[in-house]
């Protein structure tokens, strides 16, 4: 949560300083299969302003020597540290986030039922935040 809360207060710092109007939703569950009920997606922040939609995916990794493999299409993530030669494959947050724009878009579906939505799909954008841990 360390991370999210990281993000959360640096968003809000920049946008006031911006004067950018916004609102900023943080740690919202939706329910991913609308089939099943215990099935949640869980989004660390959705930043809402007058012409965009910001899913935001928030990792906090220790990255200090170390290289990330993968792109945007990988289902896994590579981060090789360089110093212990060690591999760690983790879930693909911008991956995740697909999945998080995807079930958004269907429960706007679900509750729109006249198409009116505000924000178009198209202007439904997908942010990763990958921030190095910083050491104490």
Same mark, same amino acid.
């Given at each position: ?62 990255? =200090? !020597? &170390? ?7 990988? %289902?896994?993530?590579? @981060? +090789?540290?360089?110093?212990? /030669? ?27 039922? =006249? !198409? &009116? ?7 439904? %954008?997908?942010?990763? @935040? +990958?921030?190095?841990?910083? /050491?104490?």
């Amino acid at each position: 949560m360390f991370g999210e809360n990281y993000v959360n207060n640096k968003l809000i710092n920049e946008l006031n300083k911006e004067k950018i109007e916004f609102d900023l939703i943080n740690d919202l569950y939706l329910p991913s299969d609308f089939n099943k009920i215990d099935y949640v997606s869980q989004i660390d922040h959705i930043l809402l302003t007058r012409k965009f939609l910001y899913i935001i995916e928030t990792k906090w990794h220790d990255l =200090d !020597n &170390s290289i990330v493999y993968g792109n945007a299409e990988n %289902k896994f993530l590579t @981060i +090789l540290n360089l110093e212990t /030669k060690t591999k760690n494959n983790y879930y693909n947050p911008g991956y995740q986030n697909k999945t998080h724009i995807k079930n958004y878009k269907n429960l706007l579906i679900k509750w729109n039922k =006249d !198409n &009116s939505y505000i924000i178009p799909f198209k202007n439904i %954008k997908n942010i990763v @935040i +990958l921030k190095n841990k910083e /050491k104490n």
